[in-house]
């Protein structure tokens, strides 16, 4: 380890400690013991604004934190307080997760000593060095958007002890899953060490999915009680099995909220380098959190590209999946897809090899950044998500936005000979996939925000009942709907992203914001799942890896496919623009591969195949009809 990098340092004699700090006055090493009894031992500053302590003999295992001392002037970035335990931002373990409490927010001189609220940082040794192998998942491929605690809490076949935790992705019965479903790479969302927003705990409530992390090192404990090596063990089993791993990281804001958040880590030692502020002072919200980390500064920018090598050199891992991505290329006039932070992660060898996704959209000042990522990116392509749920809908004059989602984008990412669209018809955030078909509202009271929360356009519909129903009729149509839905995914040209559990008819009873649900509602059923819907989906990813056609990047032209209608003839203009037109024939012309679109409520013939009412029919060449 360089002797100028950040954080702990475990050497031959003891553990070196730097912190960034240049406004403090004074910074302390806080060490406890095993009764929490704590000694503090003061660290000294040098020209950069960086301090620094020796600690001979301290070894593995030992447990700390910081406290900083200097002005106290919120307004002006400036929020030392020596009650503050904070976490060091370059920790790479904390020995139990972090719990909201009003205390870590009162203002200095009107609260208490925080250590007994705050985990701490544990010193770790690291791994040895993993050497350098290419990502596994290609562009194209599956990725399995996966919530690891949810996942498989209440799967039968994970010992009890493992359920919730990464070490379970690792499982046979999960591995055996993943393969059926011909899965490229999972995504794991954030696994990083967070805290609970300060609203939850009176609600009764908890935050289940973690964007809204403390620290960028450290996983939570609840999710890696086995810390990196557990991360390390479930990457190899994966790789073994030829699936892919991605991190979805949170670098737009962190945990310590806003001017009434609690002081933790970045803003207890440096807020002035790591946020965002407006002209008078007042912390920026482009997230929607309460703060926005400013990526861009030169030693935010540090603090993201040593965590993102610390997991591709610690643990292997195939790439990562960026929330509200447009906050990396931020600076004083809006988004740049060459601010230094991207440019920095284009230089950097191991991190161009990796897979990066955009999540190209923030609530900023030109915020939405869909296509604009440039080469080397994949990014979310909500329009997509939505032009497919609407013509599924029934909304007119769909059918061109069908046609061209399922050929690559080409309006968005036409710039480039393969499409970098990563398509997909849910996610963690929204309706599920079978949610999508049995509602047109959300509900979303058990959040406790009066229904308030969440995307209010959902582009769904309910086949005539809202929620749960018990006619037969309605079931089968929603079954049928959810069919399609996985069709139309699994035969669109770039990568597809399937939410886990929406291969099998998951639901969350018409809540579209279940990060607050750590229980049954937020948590996949396997039990009660769908197992027809669950076939087919296997079905689809078959039919996907065999056809290079489906699974391909390039996005199409008209010299690729043809367009035609029922009697075999292509689309004319007119019938491009009739908004009452819900079908058509896609033929690839290399492979003869036909895929049959039937978005009316009828059966419809294509010349003497009939094709059942609101069906995709994907017929390979060799197909007798």
Not at 76 to 92: C, N, R, V
Not at 179 to 205: K, T, Y
Not at 357 to 381: K, M, R, T, V
Request: proline residues 7%; contains cysteine; charged residues 25%.
């Amino acid at each position: 380890m360089s002797p100028r990098a950040l954080g702990p340092d475990l050497h031959g004699k003891g553990t070196r400690f730097r912190v960034h700090s240049p406004d403090a006055d004074r910074l302390w090493l806080c060490l406890f013991d095993a009764d929490d009894e704590e000694t503090r031992l003061p660290m000294e500053r040098d020209r950069e604004g960086v301090w620094s302590i020796d600690v001979p003999g301290m070894g593995e295992g030992a447990r700390y934190g910081i406290r900083a001392d200097g002005p106290y002037d919120p307004v002006a970035g400036l929020w030392f307080d020596p009650d503050k335990l904070l976490i060091d931002p370059y920790a790479k373990a904390i020995d139990r997760a972090f719990a909201h409490d009003p205390a870590l927010a009162a203002r200095r001189g009107e609260g208490k000593d925080t250590a007994p609220l705050m985990p701490k940082a544990v010193v770790t040794a690291p791994l040895p060095p993993l050497a350098p192998q290419p990502p596994i998942f290609r562009p194209g491929g599956l990725i399995y958007e996966v919530q690891v605690r949810g996942f498989t809490m209440l799967h039968p076949d994970i010992p009890q002890r493992q359920r919730g935790t990464i070490a379970a992705l690792g499982h046979p019965a999960i591995i055996d899953h993943l393969r059926r479903l011909h899965v490229s790479a999972v995504e794991l969302m954030p696994i990083n060490a967070w805290i609970d927003e300060r609203h939850l705990g009176p609600l009764g409530l908890r935050n289940a999915w973690g964007y809204n992390p403390v620290s960028y090192f450290a996983l939570d404990p609840r999710l890696a009680p086995g810390g990196m090596a557990e991360l390390r063990g479930a990457v190899e089993a994966l790789h073994e099995a030829g699936i892919g791993v991605i991190l979805d990281m949170v670098y737009n804001h962190d945990g310590e909220s806003d001017m009434f958040g609690p002081t933790l880590s970045l803003r207890g030692l440096d807020a002035r380098s790591y946020f965002r502020h407006e002209p008078d002072g007042r912390l920026i919200n482009d997230t929607g959190t309460g703060n926005s980390i400013d990526c861009n500064h030169p030693i935010s920018r540090r603090l993201i590209l040593d965590s993102l090598l610390h997991f591709v050199n610690g643990a292997g891992v195939d790439g990562f999946r960026f929330d509200l991505a447009p906050a990396l290329g931020r600076s004083l006039t809006g988004f740049d897809a060459r601010a230094p932070l991207l440019e920095a992660m284009r230089a950097d060898p191991l991190l161009a090899s990796r897979i990066l996704i955009a999540e190209p959209w923030d609530i900023g000042p030109g915020g939405y950044q869909l296509g604009h990522f440039g080469e080397g990116w994949l990014e979310w392509n909500d329009r997509y998500r939505d032009d497919v749920r609407r013509f599924w809908r029934g909304d007119g004059g769909m059918l061109g936005a069908l046609a061209t989602r399922l050929a690559g984008s080409s309006d968005i990412f036409g710039n480039a000979p393969a499409t970098r669209s990563v398509n997909f018809l849910a996610a963690h955030d929204g309706f599920t996939l079978a949610d999508l078909t049995a509602h047109e509202r959300r509900h979303n009271e058990a959040n406790g925000e009066q229904n308030r929360d969440g995307h209010g356009e959902n582009f769904s519909w309910n086949n005539g009942v809202e929620g749960a129903s018990a006619d037969p009729a309605i079931q089968t149509a929603r079954q049928r709907d959810i069919k399609v839905l996985l069709t139309t995914l699994f035969c669109s040209r770039g990568t597809i992203m399937l939410t886990a559990g929406d291969e099998f008819g998951r639901t969350q009873q018409g809540n579209n914001n279940a990060y607050a649900q750590d229980n049954a509602v937020g948590w996949v059923d396997w039990i009660g799942r769908d197992r027809e819907v669950q076939a087919h989906a296997f079905t689809l990813a078959s039919l996907r890896a065999s056809q290079s056609d489906l699974g391909g990047t390039r996005w199409l032209s008209d010299a690729d496919v043809e367009w035609m209608d029922e009697q075999g003839e292509p689309l004319s203009v007119a019938q491009w623009q009739d908004p009452e037109r819900r079908s058509l024939a896609m033929r690839y012309r290399a492979s003869g591969l036909t895929l049959y679109v039937n978005g009316t409520d009828r059966p419809r013939l294509f010349g003497v195949m009939e094709v059942p009412a609101r069906t995709i029919l994907p017929v390979p060449p060799t197909h007798p009809c």
